[in-house]
């Protein structure tokens, strides 16, 4: 019914930048707030940055400063663009989005299949 590609991710250099984008396709009504996750191994999934429909934005406190969260509504896309990059940012990212399903009633959550960054000292 809807799926949630995301790209971007790969290796880098402390301070370097990635740009990761994340795109939702399928039988999608609309598409509401969205947001990008992340997961080291040995800890929980935690919130990296999210934005809503209507454009305003949260980010975690590790990450504010440095990370830009964005979306185009026109293609159901969301992006983050990651800058000052840090070994303690490896982690793999995975996009979410809520989103209502053409024919179908309620708000549900869909997660990307995840995408590894990798910063090296």
């Known amino acids: 019914q809807v799926q949630l590609v995301e790209s971007g991710g790969g290796l880098v250099q402390a301070g370097g930048s990635l740009r990761l984008s994340c795109a939702a396709s399928g039988s999608i009504f609309s598409v509401n707030a969205m947001g990008w996750y992340r997961q080291a191994p040995g800890k929980q999934r935690e919130s990296v940055a999210t934005?809503?429909?209507?454009?305003?934005?949260n980010y975690a406190d590790s990450v504010k400063g440095r990370f830009t969260i964005s979306r185009d509504n026109a293609k159901n896309t969301v992006y983050l663009q990651m800058n000052s990059l840090k070994p303690e940012d490896t982690a793999v990212y995975y996009c979410?989005?809520?989103?209502?399903?053409?024919?179908?009633?309620?708000?549900?959550?869909?997660w990307g299949q995840g995408t590894q960054v990798t910063v090296s000292s």
């Open positions: 934005i809503t429909s209507g454009g305003s934005t």
């Open positions: 979410n989005a809520q989103i209502r399903i053409r024919g179908t009633a309620g708000l549900y959550d869909y």
